[in-house]
């Protein structure tokens, strides 16, 4: 496999608080990649520096060989990394498929005039857009739901719909930022096969995520994280096992259970 994101000695201080502390991260194409720890650990800052919300005190952040570190967050966006966050940011008084049509704003190529008047070209480009959000919606199961108000779907459907919005535009690098927070047990194994449909379509995924056992059922690699610095990364079986990652997140306990889970038949 080939690196599709690579972070070198990324860092972030805020004055006297090192909260991401000389991170080296290879995410491989094609794969799911979970990013776990404590909380505080320094994760949600790790994805804000990848995304371009936050600049890194030090390091770098390459997608697909290119460096991304000066770019803004709408640059990286255009260039093919995509996210959600751990609060809901669906428009609640907007329709479905409108929710998922401002995702596909970086491909509109109409200009203002074009738009204005409604050129055949603009119309061309519209039903193009609308075709595309139809199939984002198909992959989550939400076609049916198109032209309702995303208000008023339920906490798993507007997730969902949040990760088509995300997927709208064919991003390259997908991060998910704790996507199984709030979910029932049926909405999470619905989650997993999304992310495994995701990752089968040739999107990578990196994700942030408490719930161990979603972590191990669909992570390639793991990549654990302690007051910011990096100390473990591997498969999720080696996770389990790591003495590191026992001390400072899972704990004996909860290794036991994901090991007995994994051997279910």
């Not at 690579?6 to 794969?31: K, P």
């Not at 609640?92 to 200009?111: D, F």
């Amino acid at each position: 496999m080939t690196a599709l994101l690579q972070t070198s000695g990324l860092t972030r201080r805020y004055a006297g608080l090192i909260a991401v502390d000389g991170v080296d991260m290879a995410v491989q194409a094609g794969s799911v990649h979970a990013l776990i720890g404590p909380n505080g650990a320094g994760k949600t800052t790790l994805f804000n520096l990848i995304s371009g919300l936050e600049t890194p005190s030090e390091g770098t952040v390459l997608l697909c060989g290119r460096d991304l570190t000066a770019l803004p967050a709408d640059r990286r966006t255009a260039l093919g990394l995509a996210r959600t966050f751990q609060t809901m940011r669906v428009f609640a008084a907007m329709t479905v498929l409108e929710n998922v049509l401002t995702g596909l704003h970086p491909r509109r190529a109409a200009g203002l005039a074009a738009t204005i008047m409604r050129t055949p070209g603009f119309r061309r480009e519209e039903r193009a857009l609308v075709a595309r959000a139809r199939e984002v919606l198909d992959m989550v199961g939400l076609t049916d739901r198109a032209g309702e108000r995303a208000g008023g779907l339920a906490y798993g459907d507007q997730r969902r719909l949040e990760i088509a919005r995300a997927m709208a535009p064919e991003p390259a690098l997908l991060l998910l930022d704790e996507p199984a927070a709030g979910m029932n047990p049926a909405e999470t194994e619905a989650l997993a096969g999304l992310v495994r449909r995701i990752s089968g379509l040739g999107t990578t995924v990196l994700l942030v995520e408490h719930d161990m056992g979603f972590v191990m059922d669909i992570s390639d690699v793991v990549t654990v994280l302690n007051f910011g610095r990096l100390i473990f990364q591997g498969p999720p079986a080696a996770t389990r096992q790591a003495p590191e990652v026992l001390e400072a997140y899972l704990g004996h306990k909860v290794a036991a259970r994901l090991a007995a889970r994994a051997a279910r038949p």
